[in-house]
């Protein structure tokens, strides 16, 4: 049972998600900021196809196991981008016109090596997401 997530996984996860026609756009490693009773932060794949958000959890005990999957139109009514205090990394939080908030953290730069091209993909991510606000 593996601890460490891999590209190809990862890639091979949100093509699932991919619609007939839909290509898989800045593919990410992160965690996303679930809110309940507690708040937990739960690691996890992003991506975007065409006019929706890919995301995909992982268990927290075995990086080869989804839990959840879902697809989330982008119809953002605000973005919160913020640099964290941890070199490389931010926090993007998106507010959609319905339905819940999303709040993803996303790093450059990554301990596994696996993921070559993720300070690309946040890169191109982060100016994807913060040109969506309000239309």
């Known amino acids: 049972m593996p601890i460490i997530a891999k ?20 593919p990410l490693y992160g965690t996303i900021e679930k809110i309940g009773k507690e708040r937990q932060n739960l690691f996890g794949f992003f991506g975007v196809a065409g006019d929706y958000l890919l995301i995909a959890i992982l268990s927290g005990t075995n990086a080869e196991k989804i839990t959840e999957s879902i697809r989330v139109p982008l119809e953002i009514e605000k973005c919160i981008i913020k640099k964290s205090i941890i070199p490389n990394q931010y926090k993007v ?43």
């Not at 819940?100 to 730069?109: A, E, F, L, T, W």
């Not at 946040?122 to 239309?135: I, Q, R």
């Open 93 to 135: 939080h998106l507010i959609f016109t319905e339905g819940n908030d999303v709040v993803i953290r996303v790093s450059k730069k990554l301990l596994v090596d696996d993921f070559y091209h993720q300070e690309e993909n946040v890169t191109a991510f982060l100016d994807f997401v913060s040109m969506l606000e309000n239309g």
């Open 7 to 26: 590209s190809d996984f990862m890639l091979q996860t949100l093509s699932t998600l991919l619609e007939t026609g839909e290509s898989l756009q800045y």
